[in-house]
């Protein structure tokens, strides 16, 4: 059985689809096996990654960004707690934040193509829960959420630009909500938050290392909480984000647990590996799928940054 290969040809607004020849020719010289189908639209790469396991495609390769891995992640797991199919990733998207992590290049279309067809390296991964829908990389409340929903109309940008211009515009009219949480180790009363935040991977946005001790095979979530404070306070804390250092900082809380609870008094913008869900759930159940996906990556996951152990 050939692979099946989902491309999203809006990725990187349409960057994708500018590619899609390209990943072809490239497939095709290197005599590889796929069927290719097209998404016609949002929640199309979940039912498409759906129909290609039903069919018994192995492994089914998700061709676009974050966003779109997510949704074919979302197909090959269902409801379940194992994806019932190998995940191979063709990055074509803004940020490529989970094939950094899996060590495919986002800047040689070749060399990526040819850790696909290889398969030599294959990872057996985590994955997150959040109520009903499985996350990848990471699911995110508050300020998190914002930036992706101002990145969205920003038009002249791509790119880690693009969620750097995002975070900058959604600072400056963001409110912060009250949220309250629990996990297996601990909880924070009801508070006022710039952002909780739940990973997987370590990297987000092409930029910012929010959860930079996370390892995607510890079995484990990596929970942040930062404690709101003022626009300036959120200006000079974002630079650390971008290092890792910000765990450190005063009112951040970082703990590495298996399920978060979180609730809020009124829906909150959230965000599962780039989808943007404007007004999410008043409680949110969030747990950890240990071992739950095969992926075909590359020899070496993207660096990250060296952070002290206190």
Same mark, same amino acid.
């Given at each position: 059985m050939p692979a099946k290969i989902i491309l999203n040809p809006y990725s990187n607004?349409?960057?994708?689809?500018?590619?899609?020849?390209? $990943?072809?020719?490239?497939?095709?010289? /290197? %005599? =590889?096996?796929?069927?290719?189908?097209? /998404?016609?639209? #949002?929640?199309?790469?979940?039912?498409? %990654?759906?129909? %290609?396991?039903?069919?018994? =495609?192995? #492994?089914?390769?998700? %061709?676009?960004?974050?966003?779109?891995?997510?949704?074919? $992640?979302?197909?090959? $797991?269902g409801q379940g707690e194992h994806a019932r199919a190998t995940l191979g990733v063709i990055p074509l998207g803004s940020a490529n934040d989970y094939a950094y992590q899996l060590g495919i290049p986002d800047d040689d279309l070749e060399a990526a193509c040819r850790l696909l067809v290889a398969s030599r390296y294959v990872r057996t991964l985590d994955l997150g829960r959040a109520n009903d829908r499985v996350f990848m990389n990471d699911f995110v409340v508050g300020l998190g959420a914002l930036v992706n929903i101002e990145a969205a109309k920003i038009t002249r940008l791509r790119g880690p630009a693009l969620y750097i211009a995002g975070a900058l515009k959604a600072i400056l009219k963001a409110q912060w909500p009250e949220m309250a949480f629990r996990w297996d180790g601990g909880s924070l009363s009801k508070r006022r938050v710039l952002m909780a935040y739940v990973a997987m991977g370590y990297r987000t946005g092409g930029v910012y290392f929010l959860a930079p001790r996370a390892q995607q095979d510890d079995g484990l979530l990596d929970f942040l909480a930062a404690d709101a404070r003022s626009r300036l306070g959120v200006f000079k804390l974002l630079p650390h984000t971008m290092k890792g250092t910000h765990i450190h900082a005063p009112g951040v809380i970082y703990h590495q647990c298996t399920w978060v609870h979180m609730e809020s008094e009124e829906p909150l913008p959230m965000l599962l590996d780039g989808e943007i869900i404007p007004e999410g759930p008043l409680q949110v159940d969030v747990r950890v799928l240990p071992a739950a996906i095969q992926v075909i990556g590359g020899p070496t996951p993207g660096p990250r940054p060296a952070i002290a152990a206190t």
């Amino acid at each position: 059985m050939p692979a099946k290969i989902i491309l999203n040809p809006y990725s990187n607004r349409w960057g994708a689809k500018a590619r899609a020849g390209e $990943v072809r020719d490239l497939l095709q010289q /290197m %005599a =590889y096996e796929f069927d290719w189908v097209t /998404m016609e639209g #949002p929640g199309h790469g979940v039912e498409l %990654a759906r129909e %290609a396991v039903a069919q018994g =495609y192995d #492994p089914v390769v998700a %061709a676009g960004g974050d966003g779109t891995i997510g949704e074919v $992640v979302n197909g090959l $797991v269902g409801q379940g707690e194992h994806a019932r199919a190998t995940l191979g990733v063709i990055p074509l998207g803004s940020a490529n934040d989970y094939a950094y992590q899996l060590g495919i290049p986002d800047d040689d279309l070749e060399a990526a193509c040819r850790l696909l067809v290889a398969s030599r390296y294959v990872r057996t991964l985590d994955l997150g829960r959040a109520n009903d829908r499985v996350f990848m990389n990471d699911f995110v409340v508050g300020l998190g959420a914002l930036v992706n929903i101002e990145a969205a109309k920003i038009t002249r940008l791509r790119g880690p630009a693009l969620y750097i211009a995002g975070a900058l515009k959604a600072i400056l009219k963001a409110q912060w909500p009250e949220m309250a949480f629990r996990w297996d180790g601990g909880s924070l009363s009801k508070r006022r938050v710039l952002m909780a935040y739940v990973a997987m991977g370590y990297r987000t946005g092409g930029v910012y290392f929010l959860a930079p001790r996370a390892q995607q095979d510890d079995g484990l979530l990596d929970f942040l909480a930062a404690d709101a404070r003022s626009r300036l306070g959120v200006f000079k804390l974002l630079p650390h984000t971008m290092k890792g250092t910000h765990i450190h900082a005063p009112g951040v809380i970082y703990h590495q647990c298996t399920w978060v609870h979180m609730e809020s008094e009124e829906p909150l913008p959230m965000l599962l590996d780039g989808e943007i869900i404007p007004e999410g759930p008043l409680q949110v159940d969030v747990r950890v799928l240990p071992a739950a996906i095969q992926v075909i990556g590359g020899p070496t996951p993207g660096p990250r940054p060296a952070i002290a152990a206190t």
